[in-house]
């Protein structure tokens, strides 16, 4: 018909129960005008609410045609039927429907969030009020549907239904749960609605009362339509309904951006409801991005302490070591004969191009004494040049200098184990006295600290002099003094109480090499080689009696053990996270369970399937980035307390913080998604039915 509004054409609806088939409705033939008011009756099982619920796009028949306003809707997908009813329809239904916890001016505005285009929340309330004025309930506007009686809530759900303005109005047994006082009430309304502003009114109900307001009485019985009894249209609605927009449903375009804000004002709403329980779900997020921010950080400090340590070495440093000995065909370590000497550090300083800088060293163990204390310790015999090459500051006093060397000098430097072990607290070593192997030493200077090295041992345990001090007055190898021949009574030896003469053997323990830029240790290593080659005539077959070492394996193996313990730390504190994403995807799972029925309610006023899904993510979002956002605040304080308390070196790192966020923001959209994909592809008719 060229007016209708509503036309079915062998319309059938077929469920599955028990695994038999269940015709509810068999062959519907109805066609309703525009701005007409049909009642449909019917005994219990008759087809009526299925009916209603294909007329109002929330089921599909199984076979048969239905148009509305010309249209036919079987090939419009989800998103276009939701926009039907978003726009086009308004529900009215038996239990009201509305959502629990929830104002009733917002109840109101509810379809104005999904209807499109976007519209500011004053806005949408304003409108809801001004409805809720006009029934009646503007004193009620801020109360939940658990504070209004049964007519109160039944004027709210008209409100809501009209809040679009829709050009159908679809009410399924609207006063089945009223008084008789309050059921005319509603149908006054109903009916001025009708006849005042044109509205096209599909109304259910078994009661004959109630359908006597209607214009047409359709009724049905086994799924078929048994009669159809028919009075003249009210001329006033027609005429209303002229200026009234026909034609298919409008495809408003949304904004994704706008969609987001408005939707992350109901989720945060949602999540309001249950403060409790949604801080409960943050806390897992809240521990897992605590512990993350907690641990990186140890581990970034013990990471930049260990790579400290190995600078502190020298980036362009080559050691050279003596070589092994070789006895009875047994090979010994390292170091196990003296094979280094001056002589050898001295032509590696001369003739290698690439050498900026040589230093050697003898080591041995000594005890000294300061007063009625005593500690034995690292005597080490350098030249000027060691600390440099070291890069070992002086926290007091001055260095060792060529002077010193030259000279002899009985002055020494001592390290910071070594100064607390022989001094009292806040008292200053320079210009102190030490006995070392019974010669009297005085104190220069106090090496910075520099803790233990990367294999344990105590860095600042020891105390340095020049190398010729220690070779000629204080650590060299003494021997028996010789026999005097009768020549010698011209040549008197000095006195010697002891009845020994320190040997000059001008050998050393230890050769320390500085590349003049670290580019060039590979150079200088072989440049290095060639060398003590030339002078100990080996190479050529000949095993060497030296080893040349450089620092890069151990930076690089010291380097990768900091990087192993920092990202185990990370992937401990990581599994908090995870623990704290399952939290939110099982919590979420309850809660559209429980919130079945509210989302049946959402897609039956306009929503779309991507409005539930978004909502669901942004509340997963909302409890992550919650929980993100304490944990990192306490992750910060947690690792300045452990740094402050245990002494323990943690570096937070603003990548490390950001980082810990955005896991926490993606843990929360991953562990979200399935709920909220299950809560978007819910039917609405099942979700509305659901108990």
């Not at 519209?119 to 309930?137: F, K, N, S, Y």
């Not at 307001?213 to 609605?237: E, F, H, K």
């Not at 070291?390 to 002077?403: P, V």
């Not at 077959?541 to 380097?559: K, N």
């Given at each position: 018909?060229?007016?209708?509004?509503?036309?079915?054409?062998?319309?059938?609806?077929?469920?599955?129960?028990?695994?038999?088939?269940?015709?509810?409705?068999?062959?519907?033939?109805?066609?309703?005008?525009?701005?007409?008011?049909?009642?449909?009756?019917?005994?219990?099982?008759?087809?009526?609410?299925?009916?209603?619920?294909?007329?109002?796009?929330?089921?599909?028949?199984?076979?048969?045609?239905?148009?509305?306003?010309?249209?036919?809707?079987?090939?419009?997908?989800?998103?276009?039927?939701?926009?039907?009813?978003?726009?086009?329809?308004?529900?009215?239904?038996?239990?009201?429907?509305?959502?629990?916890?929830?104002?009733?001016?917002?109840?109101?505005?509810?379809?104005?969030?999904?209807?499109?285009?976007?519209?500011?929340?004053?806005?949408?309330?304003?409108?809801?009020?001004?409805?809720?004025?006009?029934?009646?309930?503007?004193?009620?506007?801020?109360?939940?549907?658990?504070?209004?009686?049964?007519?109160?809530?039944?004027?709210?759900?008209?409100?809501?239904?009209?809040?679009?303005?829709?050009?159908?109005?679809?009410?399924?047994?609207?006063?089945?749960?009223?008084?008789?006082?309050?059921?005319?009430?509603?149908?006054?309304?109903?009916?001025?609605?009708?006849?005042?502003?044109?509205?096209?009114?599909?109304?259910?109900?078994?009661?004959?009362?109630?359908?006597?307001?209607?214009?047409?009485?359709?009724?049905?019985?086994?799924?078929?339509?048994?009669?159809?009894?028919?009075?003249?249209?009210?001329?006033?609605?027609?005429?209303?309904?002229?200026?009234?927009?026909?034609?298919?449903?409008?495809?408003?375009?949304?904004?994704?951006?706008?969609?987001?804000?408005?939707?992350?004002?109901?989720?945060?709403?949602?999540?309001?409801?249950?403060?409790?329980?949604?801080?409960?779900?943050?806390?897992?997020?809240?521990?897992?991005?605590?512990?993350?921010?907690?641990?990186?950080?140890?581990?970034?400090?013990?990471?930049?302490?260990?790579?400290?340590?190995?600078?502190?070495?020298?980036?362009?440093?080559?050691?050279?070591?003596?070589?092994?000995?070789?006895?009875?065909?047994?090979?010994?370590?390292?170091?196990?004969?003296?094979?280094?000497?001056?002589?050898?550090?001295?032509?590696?300083?001369?003739?290698?191009?690439?050498?900026?800088?040589?230093?050697?060293?003898?080591?041995?163990?000594?005890?000294?004494?300061?007063?009625?204390?005593?500690?034995?310790?690292?005597?080490?015999?350098?030249?000027?040049?060691?600390?440099?090459?070291?890069?070992?500051?002086?926290?007091?006093?001055?260095?060792?200098?060529?002077?010193?060397?030259?000279?002899?000098?009985?002055?020494?430097?001592?390290?910071?184990?070594?100064?607390?072990?022989?001094?009292?607290?806040?008292?200053?070593?320079?210009?102190?006295?030490?006995?070392?192997?019974?010669?009297?030493?005085?104190?220069?200077?106090?090496?910075?600290?520099?803790?233990?090295?990367?294999?344990?041992?105590?860095?600042?345990?020891?105390?340095?002099?020049?190398?010729?001090?220690?070779?000629?007055?204080?650590?060299?190898?003494?021997?028996?003094?010789?026999?005097?021949?009768?020549?010698?009574?011209?040549?008197?030896?000095?006195?010697?109480?002891?009845?020994?003469?320190?040997?000059?053997?001008?050998?050393?323990?230890?050769?320390?090499?500085?590349?003049?830029?670290?580019?060039?240790?590979?150079?200088?290593?072989?440049?290095?080689?060639?060398?003590?080659?030339?002078?100990?005539?080996?190479?050529?077959?000949?095993?060497?009696?030296?080893?040349?070492?450089?620092?890069?394996?151990?930076?690089?193996?010291?380097?990768?053990?900091?990087?192993?313990?920092?990202?185990?730390?990370?992937?401990?504190?990581?599994?908090?996270?995870?623990?704290?994403?399952?939290?939110?995807?099982?919590?979420?799972?309850?809660?559209?369970?429980?919130?079945?029925?509210?989302?049946?309610?959402?897609?039956?006023?306009?929503?779309?399937?991507?409005?539930?899904?978004?909502?669901?993510?942004?509340?997963?979002?909302?409890?992550?980035?919650?929980?993100?956002?304490?944990?990192?605040?306490?992750?910060?304080?947690?690792?300045?307390?452990?740094?402050?308390?245990?002494?323990?070196?943690?570096?937070?790192?603003?990548?490390?913080?950001?980082?810990?966020?955005?896991?926490?923001?993606?843990?929360?959209?991953?562990?979200?998604?399935?709920?909220?994909?299950?809560?978007?592809?819910?039917?609405?008719?099942?979700?509305?039915r659901f108990e």
């Amino acid at each position: 018909m060229r007016n209708s509004v509503i036309e079915l054409e062998k319309v059938t609806r077929v469920y599955a129960a028990g695994g038999m088939p269940v015709a509810a409705l068999r062959g519907i033939d109805l066609s309703i005008e525009r701005g007409a008011f049909v009642a449909i009756m019917g005994p219990s099982g008759s087809g009526k609410s299925t009916l209603m619920h294909i007329l109002g796009c929330l089921d599909r028949p199984s076979s048969g045609t239905y148009r509305l306003e010309g249209h036919p809707t079987a090939p419009l997908g989800d998103g276009a039927l939701a926009t039907i009813r978003g726009r086009r329809i308004g529900f009215v239904f038996q239990s009201f429907n509305l959502l629990p916890r929830t104002s009733a001016v917002e109840n109101v505005a509810l379809p104005l969030l999904y209807a499109g285009p976007v519209t500011p929340r004053a806005h949408r309330l304003g409108r809801a009020r001004e409805l809720l004025a006009r029934l009646g309930l503007d004193s009620h506007a801020g109360k939940t549907p658990n504070q209004l009686s049964g007519g109160q809530q039944q004027r709210v759900a008209l409100a809501r239904a009209l809040v679009n303005d829709p050009a159908i109005l679809l009410a399924d047994e609207p006063t089945g749960n009223l008084d008789s006082a309050t059921a005319v009430e509603i149908m006054e309304g109903l009916r001025a609605l009708n006849r005042d502003e044109g509205v096209t009114v599909v109304l259910v109900t078994h009661a004959a009362e109630i359908a006597a307001y209607a214009d047409r009485i359709v009724t049905l019985r086994d799924g078929r339509v048994a009669s159809d009894r028919r009075t003249p249209p009210t001329p006033c609605g027609v005429a209303r309904m002229a200026g009234r927009p026909a034609g298919g449903p409008e495809q408003p375009a949304f904004s994704s951006l706008p969609l987001a804000a408005m939707t992350t004002g109901t989720a945060r709403r949602a999540l309001a409801t249950n403060k409790l329980r949604s801080a409960l779900t943050s806390l897992g997020i809240f521990i897992g991005v605590a512990a993350l921010i907690a641990m990186t950080s140890l581990g970034q400090g013990a990471r930049e302490a260990v790579r400290q340590q190995v600078a502190s070495l020298g980036t362009s440093l080559v050691i050279v070591l003596p070589g092994a000995t070789t006895a009875n065909g047994v090979r010994a370590g390292n170091a196990s004969a003296a094979t280094l000497s001056v002589a050898d550090a001295d032509a590696i300083g001369r003739e290698d191009s690439v050498v900026k800088r040589v230093s050697y060293a003898n080591r041995q163990v000594a005890q000294v004494q300061y007063g009625n204390r005593n500690w034995s310790t690292a005597i080490q015999g350098v030249t000027p040049a060691y600390l440099e090459i070291q890069k070992w500051r002086i926290a007091a006093g001055r260095s060792l200098t060529k002077e010193d060397n030259e000279q002899a000098a009985m002055v020494c430097v001592i390290g910071q184990t070594v100064y607390r072990r022989l001094f009292a607290e806040h008292e200053s070593p320079v210009g102190a006295s030490l006995l070392v192997n019974g010669r009297p030493l005085r104190i220069v200077g106090l090496l910075a600290p520099r803790g233990q090295s990367a294999l344990g041992n105590d860095q600042d345990d020891m105390l340095m002099l020049a190398f010729n001090t220690a070779e000629r007055k204080v650590t060299g190898v003494a021997v028996p003094a010789p026999v005097p021949s009768p020549l010698a009574t011209q040549f008197p030896p000095s006195p010697n109480p002891y009845g020994l003469q320190p040997k000059l053997t001008g050998l050393v323990n230890l050769i320390f090499v500085e590349a003049r830029t670290p580019e060039l240790i590979p150079q200088a290593m072989r440049e290095v080689t060639a060398t003590l080659q030339r002078r100990h005539l080996t190479g050529s077959g000949r095993p060497d009696d030296f080893t040349v070492r450089d620092l890069s394996q151990i930076a690089a193996t010291a380097e990768n053990s900091g990087r192993i313990i920092a990202l185990l730390l990370a992937v401990v504190a990581s599994i908090s996270l995870l623990v704290g994403g399952i939290g939110i995807m099982n919590i979420l799972l309850v809660s559209v369970t429980e919130r079945t029925r509210e989302i049946g309610i959402r897609m039956a006023l306009g929503a779309r399937r991507r409005h539930v899904l978004l909502q669901f993510l942004i509340e997963a979002s909302l409890l992550s980035a919650m929980g993100g956002a304490a944990g990192l605040l306490v992750g910060i304080g947690a690792s300045a307390a452990i740094s402050y308390f245990a002494h323990w070196p943690t570096i937070i790192r603003p990548a490390a913080v950001a980082g810990s966020f955005a896991a926490s923001a993606a843990i929360g959209i991953l562990f979200g998604y399935y709920p909220a994909h299950r809560a978007a592809r819910l039917d609405p008719i099942d979700a509305l039915r659901f108990e």
